[in-house]
């Protein structure tokens, strides 16, 4: 197996581990709910479960300021050795916390805890695997390369939705929120020795090794918003399309059960959805090193304005089933997720790459992923059931009004001094 090809495998199947333990939070928090919130603050028991998976994000972005200038100047690779090894025990705590009936309040303040970690060990992974890809991929393989890691990131979701889905079906709604909730979590800290093991193989990158980068100096954030800022603000409109799409789906069972009224077969649903967003996100990737990136970016945010925010009013008429509701939106997102990660990336000089990708995708998923579940659920609690589909449309309107001046580079030579 050739370096790239390789590389691109531990990668995708690395970032498809971790974030299935990022994302079991949501997909598991009528359980986490009932468990760790059981008496109502006020703002309902479902409402803490979101605010601690927004907890997450935030810690996510807030160390990624020191953590992702790190990243430009010791190497990637010593920082995903200790990400996943702080996933891992953080993910495993989650899985053995008592509950609030045995430990009272102490229990949500561990689960706090818990989450926190996880974002920590998140905060470098899918910005800095798409700058280490990137690396080693030839300009004409670079959306294809990075476009696998993004499917990768999808698929963990695939996984997690199919996980819950096993467990509903095998032990039953009473026996999930009792004990069984736990499984998932117990698996995602044993399957993080495997991406342990598979991180130690990997080498530095190219570009990152090269004389011309080891010569440059890195930049702070806060050069970075002072020379770059309109690249940043790219950055951040383009990650925000992918994490507000991606908080959308992860809302869905909740959605269909609290707002649709339907049965458990609902994690089925999330299954069949990230399937398809996955699928279409690499053949759209592969299809941006052929036709460029702002194509992409462009008709998927037009579909996305044009057609989500009905497909929404039809679902909740009846009109529609959720697949056929939620299918504009994964078409035209995967157009988005095909493009994005390797549109970033070009944003950039290599000296400040690291820094800016993350700090571009970690602020985006912050704001726009993590806060996005307590938000939809607040405008549906107070009877915007359209929201779900608005939101979506909104971040896909800043997007595509920050394209029209934006040059696509998908064909440059990706090297130290661009």
Not at 16 to 21: A, R, V
């Amino acid at each position: 197996m050739n370096l790239t090809l390789r590389l691109t495998v531990v990668t995708s199947f690395c970032v498809t581990l971790e974030f299935y333990n990022f994302t079991l939070l949501i997909f598991l928090a009528n359980a986490i709910s009932l468990n760790f919130f059981p008496t109502p603050f006020g703002i309902g028991n479902i409402m803490p479960v979101f605010m601690v998976f927004f907890a997450g994000y935030l810690a996510r972005f807030i160390v990624g300021l020191i953590y992702s200038h790190g990243g430009d100047q010791p190497g990637r690779k010593p920082y995903y050795i200790h990400s996943t090894v702080l996933m891992s025990l953080s993910t495993l705590g989650i899985a053995l916390i008592p509950g609030h009936d045995i430990i009272g309040n102490i229990a949500p303040l561990l689960l706090l805890c818990c989450r926190l970690i996880q974002g920590v060990s998140f905060v470098g992974e899918v910005p800095g695997f798409a700058v280490f890809a990137s690396g080693y991929s030839r300009k004409n393989s670079r959306g294809r390369v990075t476009g696998l890691i993004v499917s990768s990131l999808t698929f963990s979701n695939i996984l997690a939705s199919g996980a819950v889905w096993f467990i509903h079906s095998w032990f039953g709604e009473q026996a999930v929120n009792t004990w069984a909730w736990r499984i998932p979590f117990v698996l995602g800290a044993v399957i993080g020795l495997i991406s342990l093991w598979l991180r130690y193989s990997l080498a530095e990158t190219p570009v990152f090794e090269s004389p011309g980068h080891a010569k440059r100096k890195t930049l702070p954030v806060t050069s970075l918003m002072k020379d770059y800022r309109s690249q940043m603000l790219r950055g951040v409109s383009l990650a925000a399309a992918p994490a507000v799409t991606t908080s959308v789906l992860l809302f869905m069972p909740r959605f269909q059960q609290q707002y649709l009224h339907q049965p458990t077969s609902r994690f089925m649903g999330s299954f069949v959805f990230f399937t398809i967003l996955a699928t279409l996100s690499f053949i759209f990737a592969i299809l941006s090193d052929r036709v460029g990136r702002l194509p992409l970016i462009r008709y998927g945010s037009i579909m996305i304005i044009a057609t989500v925010p009905a497909s929404t009013f039809f679902l909740l008429n009846g009109i529609i089933n959720p697949v056929m509701a939620l299918l504009p939106l994964l078409i035209a997102q995967g157009m988005i997720n095909g493009a994005y990660e390797s549109s970033m990336v070009k944003l950039f000089p290599a000296g400040a790459r690291y820094t800016a990708v993350a700090f571009c995708h970690n602020l985006a998923f912050c704001i726009f992923g993590g806060a996005t579940p307590m938000l939809l659920e607040w405008l549906c609690n107070n009877g915007w059931l359209l929201s779900p589909g608005l939101w979506p449309a909104i971040a896909s309107f800043v997007l595509m009004g920050l394209s029209l001046h934006w040059k696509d580079r998908y064909q440059d030579k990706l090297n130290p001094e661009i």
